[in-house]
């Protein structure tokens, strides 16, 4: 009789011990394939913001106005004489050399959200477990250590309650138990994501380093519709109509004239005050009043004037073949180069700050 009852209680044990374990695999597994791709989003935005960071603290090229920017960059195009860096964005070509580069930073980086991420991940289940294993109190110990542990999490990633819903009711008597049986299965998670970080590109990211560095240059980016100059106003949502002072040969946007080759070398700026006509829809317009041809157009002032930047003069002479052969377009018949722009070329001997200066 005695042993019997034993042999009972034993089995009894024995059953719990074994839905026990189970059920903490269970939880186990459930939270950390959520915690999985949480952990690596919030690894990639804390790098991005990283990235951003350290180099606006070591790039002078990032610390100015967006002016000054700008002339960074016109700067770079003269410097480099490369006209592929003219077809990339200047911003992401400097992010993607800064993180890609020999000294592999991108790697680095990443390393060290993932630490940072990981060992909040640890110390989230550290107080959790903490907090509810004395509460004798509460009959749904897992809820609790649940709520206890996404809101230690809230700030390091984005780990929604709702979403662990479905394993809120699991037997978990054993929390310090839960504890133990976490460690190895989150070790595991962060040595995946390491080796995934070693072949890693700047393709992962939710939001783009250099998309954030660009927002922090305030100001409107609107682009002339006939040319791509960037609005110089120093308000994102600005009144009144975009407007610049330089303006640039469309032949930098690949407009040529109406049906033939030749690219067109003349500023807007200087079409405007002529009688020649745009086609825009389906429609021509004058370009006195080009307006008229509705948005992007009509949300634009663009201001007669005749000069045009030397800078872009030396450019497009200095460019002429590549220009072409992206737009296969030629400067030929109304887009000849004049015979002025050529002597533009021997400005660069000068300071390129003089580039930038107007002249006619
Ligand atoms: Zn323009
Ligand atoms: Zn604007």
């Known amino acids: ?119 909040n991940i640890l110390s989230a289940v550290s107080s959790s477990t903490q907090i509810v294993k004395d509460r004798i109190d509460r009959e749904d110990k897992i809820s609790l250590w649940l709520d206890e542990f996404c809101r230690e999490l809230t700030e390091a990633m984005n780990l929604p309650r709702s979403d662990l819903k479905g394993i809120e009711h699991q037997e978990v008597t054993d929390i310090e138990f839960l504890r133990s049986a976490m460690a190895e299965p989150l070790a595991a998670l962060r040595d995946n994501l390491r080796k995934e970080f070693a072949d890693a590109d700047m393709s992962s990211f939710p939001k783009q380093p250099h998309t954030i560095l660009a927002e922090h240059f305030s100001g409107c980016w609107a682009q002339c519709p006939l040319c791509g100059a960037v609005c110089t106003n120093t308000m994102q949502e600005h009144d009144g109509k975009h407007q610049l002072v330089f303006h640039r040969p469309q032949a930098l946007v690949g407009r040529r004239w109406y049906g033939s080759d030749d690219l067109a070398i003349d500023s807007c700026s200087s079409l405007v005050a002529s009688n020649y006509t745009i086609y825009v829809g389906g429609k021509w317009y004058g370009l006195r009043t080009y307006w008229e041809a509705g948005p992007p157009y009509s949300t634009w002032n663009i201001l007669p004037d005749s000069s045009m930047q030397a800078y872009w003069k030396w450019f497009v002479c200095r460019f002429r073949t590549e220009l072409e052969a992206l737009y296969s377009g030629k400067f030929q018949g109304k887009g000849k180069i004049p015979e002025s722009w050529q002597r533009s070329n021997q400005e660069l001997l000068l300071p390129l700050a003089s580039l930038l200066c107007k002249s006619l």
């Open 1 to 119: 009789m005695y042993l019997n009852s034993k042999r009972e209680d034993f089995f009894k044990s024995f059953q719990i011990s074994c839905e026990g374990a189970t059920s903490v695999t269970t939880f186990v597994v459930f939270l950390c394939d959520k915690i999985a791709p949480a952990l690596r989003q919030a690894v990639y935005e804390r790098t991005a913001k990283a990235i951003t960071e350290d180099m606006q603290g070591k790039f002078p090229d990032f610390q100015g106005s967006r002016a000054n920017l700008e002339v960074c960059i016109l700067r770079y195009l003269a410097e480099e004489e490369n006209f592929e860096y003219f077809k990339d964005d200047y911003i992401e070509k400097q992010v993607q050399s800064y993180c890609l580069d020999g000294n592999r930073r991108l790697e680095k980086f990443l390393d060290f959200s993932l630490d940072f991420l990981y060992r």
